[in-house]
């Protein structure tokens, strides 16, 4: 059974910083490409970026470069998202996403071609 599991979220300061991580399990790790989307109340959702493999490999969607860093550690079948500078636009839930790579090759970091979804951890910026 697949399963991506997201934790780290919570209540954070604006400009203060947060790490999300994400568990996986049920499929090959090393074969995957593993991403994150959010979703903010009331709006669309919104990817942040994916990453290939260790040794680099990764897509950051323009507004999100500069600001977040995606990591990924294939011993412990993990995926990690650090955040910096957080403001109240960041607000949202944020999910896990796993591609087998050989699909990932043809539509890239698209949400509508993820294999799998975790179940989101809410992040909340406010004061």
């Known amino acids: 059974q697949v399963q991506l599991v997201e934790s780290g979220g919570g209540l954070v300061q604006p400009g203060g910083s947060l790490n999300l991580s994400c568990a996986a399990s049920?499929?090959?790790?090393?074969?995957?490409?593993l991403g994150w989307f959010r979703q903010a109340p009331g709006k669309e959702r919104e990817g942040l970026g994916c990453?290939?493999?260790?040794?680099?490999?990764?897509y950051y969607f323009d507004s999100m470069k500069g600001r977040f860093i995606i990591s990924r550690d294939n011993a412990k079948n993990t995926v990690l998202l650090q955040m910096n500078g957080l403001n109240s636009d960041d607000t949202a839930v944020y999910y896990c996403?796993?591609?087998?790579?050989?699909?990932?090759?043809?539509?890239?970091?698209?949400?509508?071609?993820?294999?799998?979804w975790g179940k989101g951890t809410l992040v909340t910026v406010s004061a």
């Open positions: 996403v796993a591609d087998h790579f050989a699909e990932y090759r043809h539509h890239g970091c698209n949400a509508n071609a993820m294999d799998y």
């Open positions: 049920g499929f090959i790790f090393d074969r995957y490409v």
């Open positions: 990453i290939a493999d260790s040794y680099g490999g990764t």
